[in-house]
């Protein structure tokens, strides 16, 4: 999900934003909290518009600050650096696809149908900023330690104000998101029961980033198509 930076877009999503029972919730936290929230999403908004069209290690985290309308010292009391808005990001996204996952299996959905729906959406949102994928391949190539965030209910009404208890759910990345749907999809049968789980896991892993790494620089649009067919030939090859 992405607070939407052009104007007349901003106006329908705030106006869809101020009807909701997680609008009503925040609207009633303590000022201090809601500005705390406010800013700190503003700054990921700020990363997010300037990675549709520069690399991260041109974009400078004054600009970043001035597109947040705070100044630059400011900044460091949300993120310590640039590559920790990537870890905040990847955490909002984990939390936006456990919920997902949740309301797919209210809706009695099969396990392996939630697994391709993740993928699906995720690939949406990636074909939108495709640097931000790279970004995130190539900070976590880097293999460097990651200390993450601790989100509030806050910035969790404010950036996902149409998605009921949200600030139950929790996520960082795709370790935590997989594993428990492939058990779920073995345990009801979807899935053979000999395959081995982890290794399950990393193809996933592999097919996700794999992927657009190979596609993204080159035919961004034909990122979801790709990472579909194959997906659906992996897990055909492994439904019982």
């Known amino acids: 999900m992405y607070i939407i930076v052009v104007d007349y877009n901003y ?120 640097q931000l994928m790279l970004e995130i391949i190539a900070f976590q190539a880097q293999g460097t330690k990651v200390k993450p965030h601790n989100i509030t209910d806050a910035e969790k009404w404010f950036y996902f104000p149409k998605n009921k208890e949200i600030e139950k759910i929790e996520g960082m990345g795709l370790e935590t998101i997989l594993p428990p749907l492939i058990t779920k999809a073995v345990n009801e049968g979807e899935l053979r029961e000999e395959i081995d789980k982890e290794l399950l896991f990393l193809t996933l892993s592999s097919l996700f980033f794999g992927t657009a790494l190979l596609i993204l620089n080159k035919s961004p649009e034909s990122y979801p198509m790709y990472l579909e067919v194959q997906l659906n030939q992996l897990l055909e090859g492994l439904s019982c």
Do not use: G
Not at 25 to 50: G, I, M, V
């Open 11 to 130: 106006i329908l999503w705030y106006n869809n934003f101020m009807k909701t029972e997680n609008t009503k919730k925040f609207n009633k936290l303590p000022q201090r909290q809601k500005k705390y929230a406010r800013t700190k999403l503003a700054l990921l908004n700020s990363l997010l518009h300037e990675l549709e069209k520069k690399s991260l290690s041109k974009i400078m985290i004054k600009e970043l600050a001035e597109n947040a309308e705070v100044s630059e010292p400011t900044f460091f009391n949300y993120f310590e650096s640039k590559p920790d808005m990537l870890i905040y990001y990847i955490q909002l996204w984990s939390v936006e696809m456990n919920a997902l996952a949740l309301n797919s299996e209210l809706k009695c959905n099969t396990y392996v149908e939630t697994i391709k729906d993740i993928f699906k959406q995720t690939s949406l949102q990636i074909i939108n900023n495709p």
